[in-house]
């Protein structure tokens, strides 16, 4: 059976035990003290491979390129064609938010229970978003650069700094003479092999690392009243997600020729595991996986732009982060000038980019936006208690983003297969 069924069985087998043991308080501590762990585990185990992976993949990738000015026009066409579908996320989101004005169906009375309930998690998401907003403009910027390696990579929200360092690195290899690169080229050739059979292992109990993943969710997810209440918002954040994955599938026909049943069927275990964990870090060695094996796309060009995709570009969260700064304005009655709207394309735009591709990160991000379009922070309080399950879906779209890229620059420079004949292979 494909991979990508036995994630459904077990996603599906996960939400019907939850339900069944949510029942009983037993049952509920049964989830978490037996069925949890072994979610996190899978988690774990994911985020563990992620940071060897994407030093080894990268390395490997960018030395494979032989000469820096191919990967000069690859690295600007990535960066270029990820800034485009960010904007466009962030204009979709915009207008539907401003189309469906989901924040009027709230009344005044779920306003104020919601802030007084999610009063705390709120002053939590506040301090951290605060670290962020108080460096200057440049900070992005100086972050990218880290000053010890070692450092950088022992933690996996240092990710853009492992990437710069592995691009700079591989840039020395391509540089030096081949005779002295070799050793070290042919170390990360192995090392990425051997990384690639360890995801291999990793997947093989995906299955049930999202069984336990979802199982635990269901068993602590807050009451259902509340997604009613926010119906309108999720609503509304879904149908600009939907349309997200709409327009990969029309640029992904229109420039590679390829159908959306096989763009769609290809990346689908990526989708369901983004959707699983939450997190396009976690995600992404199977992402490498669908993009190489099952869309055709060149080990040289998915091995520099999906790790690059998987930190910057975020095309979910930035559908959510216009939605939701919108949906927040509407609720608190404040009517936002088109100057703040066209503020809010460039700030969740930047926010995307420098949201870590971990779980919650769009909504530490967002307090960011809220603040510079001048709508009260303490909004977030009435999205909260959604955040999770539309977390889980901006997930799916910020991988499926990355992978539609990588196609598109793999054929703009002639290294995309055509995917029957990389499965005959
Ligand atoms: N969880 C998302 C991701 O990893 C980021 C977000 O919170 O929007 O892609």
Redesign the pocket.
């Known amino acids: 059976m494909k991979l990508h069924w036995k994630i459904i069985i077990g996603m599906v087998l996960g939400v019907v035990f939850g339900l069944i043991m949510s029942q009983t308080s037993f049952g509920s501590d049964l989830i978490k003290d037996w069925v949890k762990p072994f979610g996190t585990i899978f988690i774990n185990l994911l985020k563990l491979i992620a940071m060897p992976l994407i030093l080894a993949s990268l390395v490997k990738g960018i030395s494979d390129l032989k000469d820096i000015s191919k990967l000069s026009t690859i690295g600007t066409r990535t960066l270029g064609i990820y800034i485009c579908t960010t904007v466009t996320a962030v204009v979709i989101g915009l207008i539907l938010v401003n189309v469906v004005e989901p924040g009027s169906t709230i009344t005044e009375e779920t306003r104020i229970d919601l802030v007084q309930e999610y009063e705390q998690g709120v002053i939590e998401k506040q301090q951290q978003a605060q670290q962020q907003a108080e460096s200057g403009p440049l900070q992005p910027l100086v972050d990218i650069v880290p000053a010890n390696i070692f450092d950088a990579a022992t933690n996996n929200r240092n990710m853009l700094q492992v990437i710069f360092f592995a691009i700079f690195f591989g840039i020395g290899i391509i540089l030096v003479d081949p005779k002295l690169a070799k050793p070290v080229k042919d170390f990360f050739d192995g090392l990425n092999s051997i990384i690639l059979k360890l995801i291999d292992l990793i997947m093989e109990s995906a299955p049930y690392g999202v069984f336990a993943l979802l199982a635990t969710l269901v068993v602590e997810s807050p009451s259902l009243d509340l997604f009613i209440a926010l119906g309108m918002y999720s609503v509304t954040l879904i149908i600009g997600l939907i349309l997200m994955i709409v327009v990969y599938n029309i640029i992904v026909k229109l420039i590679t020729n390829t159908n959306p049943s096989t763009f769609m069927k290809g990346i689908s275990a990526a989708q369901l595991l983004g959707f699983s964990t939450?997190?396009?870090?976690a995600t992404l060695p199977v992402t490498m996986d669908c993009a190489e094996k099952n869309l055709g796309v060149d080990k040289e060009i998915s091995s520099f732009v999906l790790p690059i995709g998987a930190t910057v570009n975020?095309d979910?969260?930035s559908v959510?982060q216009a939605v939701a700064a919108v949906f927040i304005a509407q609720a608190f009655g404040l009517d936002l000038s088109l100057g703040a709207q066209l503020g809010i394309i460039v700030t969740a735009t930047l926010a995307s980019i420098g949201?870590a591709?971990?779980?919650?990160?769009?909504?530490v991000m967002l307090v960011i936006v809220l603040g510079q379009a001048g709508i009260p922070e303490a909004g977030l309080a009435l999205i909260i208690a959604v955040d999770r399950p539309l977390?889980m879906c901006?997930?799916i779209v910020?991988v499926t983003g990355d992978a539609a890229v990588s196609m598109i620059v793999a054929k703009s420079v002639g290294k995309l297969k055509d995917p029957k004949d990389v499965n005959k292979n």
Do not use: C, Q
């Open positions: 939450s997190s396009s870090a975020m979910g969260t959510y949201a591709a971990v779980p919650s990160a769009g909504i977390d901006r997930t910020n």
